[in-house]
């Protein structure tokens, strides 16, 4: 059987293949097709498949990750969609929580709103806190507002009641209205896609939800069909932003999962490498060409953050927390009009990219820099086919860096790494030591296309000991694919002191919500003993506005002690200190179903049979001032034998990527596959 | 004038490096403290001062706290020598007269920072705390009439020696608020964050030494410097001159003027608010360290807003305001309100050096206010007392090429509502409404943004309500014949017989369980005649119902609207 991953970027749209008969993995790529990613992936399927000799019928599992609904928001190309909500709320959507974005650039403006304010009716209803009815659901005017929508067209429909996580009753009767007037309209009642409280997030987030769901479903539609014809006998999943697999029903129904699942399989490909390998805490970076991502797995777990901006909406849905910034490869250097060089967030991007790419790109960037400096090879970009100008780049580099500052060429290019270095490194810091962790326990995950060229430098400028580069680090969020489980989220708001009445409620939501997860896993067609259901309870002091997750594994009626005791210490993990003698009050249950996939085993390599073997050539490479140019030696990946030592200076090529080792590092090919890096600052 | 810089990319990194530990400063205050304020809000900043006081970086939150540490530095090194400071003491300040403070909520803790025996920096912070004592709960009702009533000073006192915090000063000052464990608890967070910024730059002097690290500071300075002044270079030279006015002084009254003449020549730019009116008899004068963060806050927002925080935007700008105005109080006069007038005198920092720039970079005048508003009573459920703060914003102003925004918090503001499900949760308060004001925005070729309301049903008996508000008489002027904005107004039972309009400064009314409170911000400028308005704009704005079609014949006329609508 094979298990493939596909991953779709905006520029190439990945794969992993892996043969579960001889533990082999092999990578390929083509170019996205954005118009209709599907077509992308159709193609790179029968290309492959055709290319390696397989046959479509014993691909037993098929996984991809899609930024097709993150596009959808960012270009605002969604359905025209209308909201019902409470009298006196339909302002909420566009009020937000009334901060501007930028604090002080006032000539950043919001993003337009998705739902404009004729399509956003009130509904004569109200629903107390707790759940009781204040003002039933007044029949004519829900009629008249689904007729209003009905008569303007809508081709999708929000729903979004006040209280409604407390008392979902309202927001049926109104999904059920709207479904019976307004058939084949694609309907979000705000109480299914986020039954938490906080009516501005839920609402934005169920509008989003309206906004990509249909043309969502015409998209999973064809790619379904496109498998299909092919001849793949396998349903395909999607991984969604928790980093998680879907099946195409469930993504259908909730699309807003997906609105930042394309890095979440790149983290999640690391943390379960790492976990493998036995490196368990692990800072990822992933550098592409216009963005660096980074983010942190301890103990083989990533860390989730429950809200974000997508195109400045906001999304709340569990998902995992990686920071993005505007520092890749194609990031452009300029000197600006005071005599400071600064590196991005501009970006020559894919297109024309950088200047050494020839396709029409004038200004300098970091690849330029990496190029002019030996680090990269003109003829390695995607395993030879593609050649890369190092004159233009050094010219580049002269004219618009080196002379201006009056610095010879290799000052103004290692120059533009280090700001670019230091810019990264900041991200690291954000997501590690700021948050309380401690580096030297870390090692840094570096993939994309450019990660291994600058992790040697940003691990010393951070202080993390080491670093792990996995195999085809510019593919791995296609492997990520396969490295995943199914998973999907439940939460119930629930307000209230603790106390043992309290708890005991909790533990009936938690029942509630497990008993829910299992009917989506026989849905899934996940065997029992492959089901797992984490229970978290949001809670905080009496007198905070935030909560803090704790961990209620193993926590049954009797034991609201313990449970409160795990409260202190998750505030001490998390903030630092705990307040024992304070009132703690309960917020909301959440459950994470998990279906363990029959993931693709990672083998142990067999490694080449000596480092001289692995040997391709010699190139001079740019260290640093001390140590100018040095004569480094360059290796064939595929070819490096596991566990010998390799001494830096050297350069580590393969088809999606370039490992550097400066003078002082040394390497080792693990047993799985990974590279080793002792950066040794 | 400025030197030239020595070294591009180590500086570049240096502020990168420098940058991460003001951050890292920043997110451990604001992740460790209690107070919502200082954690939801982050209406903190943190701080990095080389040993001659000068302001090195600052991590971006509030602009409110733009260079507000500076007077404290200056005050603690006027009063101590370097030598006389330790490794591990800590400074604590928040009096505006007497330790260059903002208001007293805002507390200061200033560490000296030793490298090799000598002081090379100060790690400061700063954070609004949510009481310190005085009058009202929250320490910033509008009505004082002098600092006494506002909760306790501190002058630069050191809290902390060698590492050992004073405790008996720590208590005598938690148990003048009215939650000391929480007082405690953040003061503590505020003296650690320092001490762990400190680490980190002891950390980076190791690495880079001194004179690299002295080289690096120069090299940050100058270029922050040269940057700002290559803006004001641009700008034609000429005095150009605003007004806006509050409505009163606090109590009802006239309205009082904040007169700015912005004066540019060559690489120079004074701010002097000669013409602005007497010092208030109530809580809104503007001390010295807000009406400076407030125009470092103007002249970012306006020429550059890339600008690195630092003594290089400082440097460049001359302010001055003559003393006994609502712009430099004297002590004691109140000043705990000050966010409003602060709002207000960037409006009119904004309107003087938009006459300096072409109309397409020119916004009309936005709220340049907010409409804060406290409920307090009685929570039968917690069986305890409550208090609900609440801050509102307004219309933003309209652009050459786009209508301005609407609802949003302007300036030195930019605080969060808090969501109507909370609100209820918590409180015995029903939230009726939250909505635009339709012809809130002022008419124009492009409209001004709308202000917003937001109507509150009290549940319960001896309930408490007070407003620190303003502009309830004079809007937000248009521009380039753009029509002004409409006022805030307050009123108590909206719609029904009993119905009354309260003044900006209401206090202390005791209201009945049925009662309604209802706040309706103004809000902003218009840009443009009115007759230039697209009219597919017009029609949109008549379709959402953000304009009503009687106001539109008002402002476009009957014949324009016809054609909208056709």
Redesign the interface.
């Known amino acids: 059987m094979y298990r493939i991953g596909v991953d779709v970027g905006g520029t190439f749209t990945d794969f992993t293949l892996h043969d579960d008969a001889d533990g082999s993995i092999r990578f390929f790529k083509v170019p996205s097709t954005p118009h209709d990613p599907s077509a992308a992936i159709e193609a790179g399927l029968l290309q492959m498949l055709d290319g390696f000799g397989l046959q479509a019928g014993n691909v037993g599992y098929l996984g991809h990750g899609t930024t097709v609904a993150t596009n959808i928001v960012i270009e605002r190309r969604g359905a025209r969609t209308g909201l019902l909500t409470t009298r006196g709320f339909r302002d909420v959507l566009e009020l937000g929580r009334q901060a501007r974005p930028s604090i002080y650039d006032y000539r950043v403006q919001k993003p337009p709103v998705l739902v404009p304010r004729d399509l956003r009716i009130e509904v004569t209803e109200r629903t107390g806190p707790d759940g009781s009815v204040l003002v039933s659901l007044d029949e004519t005017t829900l009629e008249a507002a689904i007729t209003q929508l009905a008569e303007s067209g809508v081709e999708s429909v929000a729903i979004c009641f006040l209280h409604c996580y407390a008392n979902p009753v309202h927001e049926s009767l109104a999904k059920a209205a709207v479904e019976r007037r307004m058939p084949g309209v694609f309907v979000s009642a705000s109480s299914e896609i986020l039954p938490e409280f906080r009516e501005f997030e839920r609402m934005s987030t169920t509008v989003v939800n309206a906004f990509v769901g249909p043309r969502m479903g015409r998209y999973l539609d064809r790619f379904r069909e496109r498998v299909k014809a092919i001849g793949i006998p396998a349903e395909p999943y999607t991984i969604h932003s928790n980093g998680g697999l879907m099946s195409v029903a469930t993504v259908r129904n909730c699309p807003v999962r997906t609105c930042v699942s394309g890095p979440a399989a790149g983290v999640v490909g690391a943390a379960e490498i790492g976990r493998v390998a036995g490196f368990p805490n692990l800072i990822t970076f992933d550098v592409g060409g216009t963005s660096t991502d980074v983010s942190l797995i301890h103990r083989s777990r990533p860390l989730y953050t429950s809200s974000r901006l997508v195109a400045g909406y906001p999304i709340k849905t569990p998902m995992l927390d990686i920071h993005v910034i505007g520092a890749g490869g194609g990031s452009i250097a300029r000197i600006d009009d005071a005599g400071a060089m600064k590196v991005g967030p501009q970006s020559a991007g894919a297109d024309p990219g950088p200047v050494a790419y020839g396709r029409g790109g004038t200004e300098p960037t970091i690849t330029d820099a990496n190029l002019t400096l030996g680090r990269l090879d003109a003829g390695t970009l995607l395993g030879g086919r593609m050649m890369m100008d190092l004159e233009a780049a050094r010219r580049v580099i002269h004219d618009r860096v080196a002379k201006p500052l009056g610095l010879p060429i290799e000052a103004a290019a290692l120059g533009i790494i280090q700001i670019a270095n230091a810019n990264m490194s900041r991200a690291i810091r954000s997501v590690s030591v700021e948050k309380g962790y401690d580096v030297s326990e870390f090692a840094l995950a570096a993939f994309g296309g450019a990660g291994p060229l600058h992790a040697a430098e940003v691990a010393v400028e951070c202080g993390i000991p080491r670093l792990l580069v996995p195999r085809e680090p510019g593919t791995l969020c296609a492997r990520g694919m396969l490295l995943s489980d199914l998973s999907s989220d439940y939460v119930r708001s629930h307000f209230a002191d603790a106390s043992a009445e309290s708890w005991q409620h909790v533990l009936g939501l938690f029942v509630e919500m497990i008993a829910e997860g299992s009917a989506w896993l026989d849905g899934e067609a996940v065997a029992p003993g492959a089901r797992s259901f984490r229970r978290i309870l949001d809670a905080r002091y009496r007198g905070q506005n935030f909560e803090v997750k704790v961990d209620c594994d193993g926590l049954e009626a009797g034991q609201l002690a313990a449970l409160i005791d795990r409260f202190h210490e998750a505030h001490t993990q998390e903030y630092g200190y705990a307040i024992p003698t304070r009132e703690v009050e309960f917020v909301s249950a959440r459950v994470q179903a998990t279906g363990a996939v029959n993931k693709a085993p990672q083998s142990r390599i067999t490694g080449g049979p000596s480092l001289g073997a692995a040997v391709i050539g010699r190139r001079q490479l740019y260290v640093d001032a001390r140590h100018g140019w040095q004569q480094a030696t360059v290796f064939d990946r595929d070819r490096l034998p596991v566990g010998v030592p390799i001494k830096g200076p050297a350069i580590i090529n393969e088809m999606s990527a370039t490992t550097l080792l400066f003078p002082g590092q040394s390497a080792m090919v693990e047993p799985f596959g990974n590279i080793i890096v002792e950066v040794n600052a | 004038m400025s030197k030239?810089?020595a070294d591009?990319?180590q500086?570049?990194?240096f502020s990168?490096?420098l940058?991460?530990i003001a951050?890292?400063m920043g997110?451990?205050l604001i992740?460790?403290s209690?107070s919502?304020n200082i954690?939801?809000r982050k209406d903190a900043s943190t701080a990095l001062f080389d040993a001659r006081g000068r302001l090195v970086a600052q991590a971006?939150h509030?602009?409110i706290h733009l260079g507000a540490m500076i007077g404290a530095v200056e005050t603690i090194l006027a009063r101590y020598r370097l030598d006389e400071m330790a490794p591990g003491d800590a400074f604590i300040c928040n009096d505006p007269y007497l330790a260059g403070g903002s208001h007293l909520p805002d507390i200061s803790i200033i560490t000296p920072i030793h490298h090799d025996g000598e002081v090379r920096f100060f790690a400061g912070n700063i954070a609004h705390h949510a009481d310190v004592g005085g009058r009202t709960p929250g320490s910033t009702s509008g009505v004082s009439r002098s600092i006494f009533e506002e909760g306790i000073r501190l002058p630069v006192i050191r809290i902390a020696r060698a590492g050992t915090i004073d405790e008996d000063l720590l208590s005598l000052i938690a148990v003048n608020t009215r939650d000391p464990?929480?007082r405690l608890?953040d003061l503590r967070t505020q003296i650690g964050t320092n001490l762990r910024g400190g680490a980190m730059l002891i950390a980076l002097l190791d690495r880079m030494g001194w004179p690299a690290t002295e080289q690096a500071i120069e090299d940050i300075l100058a270029?922050?410097g040269?940057?700002l002044r290559?803006r004001i270079a641009a700008l034609p030279d000429g005095v150009y001159r605003f007004e806006r006015s509050m409505d009163d002084d606090g109590f009802p009254g006239v309205p009082v003027p904040i007169v700015c003449t912005a004066r540019i020549a060559g690489e120079t730019l004074e701010l002097d608010f000669e013409g602005s009116g007497p010092e208030a008899r109530g809580a809104i004068n503007l001390p010295d360290s807000a009406i400076k963060a407030s125009c470092y806050?103007c002249v970012?927002?306006v020429l550059d807003?890339g600008l690195m925080p630092n003594q290089g935007i400082i440097d460049p700008i001359r302010i001055t305001a003559p003393p006994g105005t609502i712009v430099n109080p004297r002590p004691p006069a109140a000043v705990a309100a000050r966010a409003v007038t602060s709002n207000r005198l960037c409006g009119a920092v904004f309107g003087a050096l938009f006459q300096a720039l072409p109309p397409e970079r020119v916004?009309a005048s936005?709220n340049d206010s907010t409409s804060a508003t406290s409920v307090s009573g009685f929570n039968p459920r917690r069986q305890a007392t409550y208090v609900y703060p609440e801050s509102?914003?307004g219309g933003?102003g309209a652009?050459a090429d786009?209508d301005g925004?609407?609802?949003?918090?302007?300036h030195t503001v930019?605080?969060?509502?808090l969501?109507?499900?909370?609100l209820?949760?918590e409180y015995p308060l029903i939230?009726?409404?939250?909505?635009?004001v339709p012809d809130s925005g002022g008419a124009g070729r492009h409209r001004g943004g709308l202000g917003?309301a937001r109507?509150i049903r009290i549940l319960a008996d001896g309930t408490i309500f007070s407003a620190r508000s303003d502009a309830h008489v004079i809007p937000a002027p248009g521009v380039f014949g753009g029509k002004p904005s409409n006022v805030t107004r307050i009123l108590r039972n909206p719609g029904t017989e009993r119905e009354e309009v309260l003044h900006s400064k209401s206090s202390g009314l005791v209201m009945a369980a049925g009662e309604t409170i209802r706040v309706e911000t103004l809000g902003a400028g218009g840009y443009g005649p009115p007759t230039e308005r697209p009219l597919d704009r017009l029609a949109?704005d008549l379709?959402?119902?953000?304009v009503t079609r009687a106001a539109a014949e008002r402002d476009y006329g009957v014949e324009m609207v016809c054609r909208a609508l056709a």
């Open positions: 030239p810089i591009p990319i500086m570049e990194v990168n490096r940058l991460a951050e890292d997110s451990i992740r460790s209690f919502s954690k939801e971006d509030i602009p464990e929480e608890l270029y922050t040269r940057r290559n806050y970012k927002a807003p916004m936005c509102m914003g933003a652009f786009r925004m609407d609802a949003v918090h302007v930019n605080s969060t509502n969501p109507a499900e909370a209820e949760l939230l009726e409404e939250y909505c635009f917003m109507q949109a379709r959402e119902g953000k």
